[in-house]
């Protein structure tokens, strides 16, 4: 089955300045890679996902990559703010399930002002 | 939209206690997801319902768990009996048909003494 791991456990930035979070996955047909992010006291929120047949996608100040051959994804945050800081969590589906996600452990986002 | 309602938000419970947690997804949605977080073993899926219909409760960890949903606005995750190491914030999470874009409500933090 799929294993999803993701690095660094804690991230701590400058304001203004660029955060990125990795995850690799162990399932070569894995085909949809979402990341949420979790505000203390909330539920996890979709921020970005890619699909397999691309390789990034862009959303304002967050982008994701996508290298299948190595098997990992990336979460980028440009421009970081004090209300980026939160937990960030990758995912990636269990075999070939159309509905069950394995997340990563997260990664706690910090932002210093 | 009001997204995924949950309730209560924070259960106290003492051990040998039937708990019940429910949850009202995103209208329209036909897929329903409940989840459990904790520190040891991150996110994990219990169950999911598609079209109010359990078709995979392999993540439920033992028979004290059950879940239901009589209709399509409506779910229940009740733990009897309930044990310390249950506490755990639970979410739910509801998603349209579309593969993965799950939308996760605020949760409900239990704790059991």
């Known amino acids: 089955g799929e294993n999803v791991e993701q690095h660094p456990s804690t991230l701590s930035v400058q304001e203004g300045d660029s955060a990125v979070i990795k995850c690799t996955y162990s399932?070569?047909?894995?085909?949809?890679f979402p990341w949420y992010k979790q505000e203390l006291g909330k539920g996890p929120q979709l921020i970005i996902d890619?699909?397999?047949?691309?390789g990034e996608k862009k959303d304002q100040r967050i982008a994701v990559t996508l290298n299948k051959t190595a098997k990992h994804f990336s979460l980028h945050i440009t421009e970081t703010q004090p209300e980026d800081s939160a937990v960030y969590f990758c995912?990636?589906?269990?075999?070939?399930?159309?509905?069950?996600?394995?997340f990563g452990s997260g990664t706690r986002l910090l932002v210093r002002p | 939209d009001a997204g995924v309602i949950q309730s209560p938000r924070h259960e106290v419970t003492e051990m040998g206690q039937e708990v019940t947690l429910r949850c009202k997804p995103i209208?329209?949605?036909?897929?329903l997801f409940w989840y459990r977080q904790t520190m040891m073993r991150g996110l994990e899926l219990l169950i999911y319902?598609?079209?109010?219909?359990?078709?995979?409760d392999s993540g439920m960890p033992e028979d004290r768990f059950s879940a239901k949903m009589p209709n399509a606005s409506f779910s229940t995750l009740k733990i009897q009996p309930s044990e310390p190491r249950d506490s755990a914030v639970y979410f739910c999470?509801?998603?349209?048909?579309?593969?993965?874009?799950?939308?996760f409500g605020p949760g409900t933090r239990l704790t059991v003494t």
């Open positions: 999470a509801s998603s349209y048909q579309t593969y993965y874009e799950q939308y």
């Open positions: 399932d070569s047909a894995s085909n949809y």
């Open positions: 890619i699909r397999s047949n691309v």
């Open positions: 995912a990636a589906p269990w075999m070939d399930s159309s509905y069950k996600l394995i």
């Open positions: 209208s329209g949605h036909n897929s």
């Open positions: 319902f598609n079209n109010n219909v359990p078709i995979d």
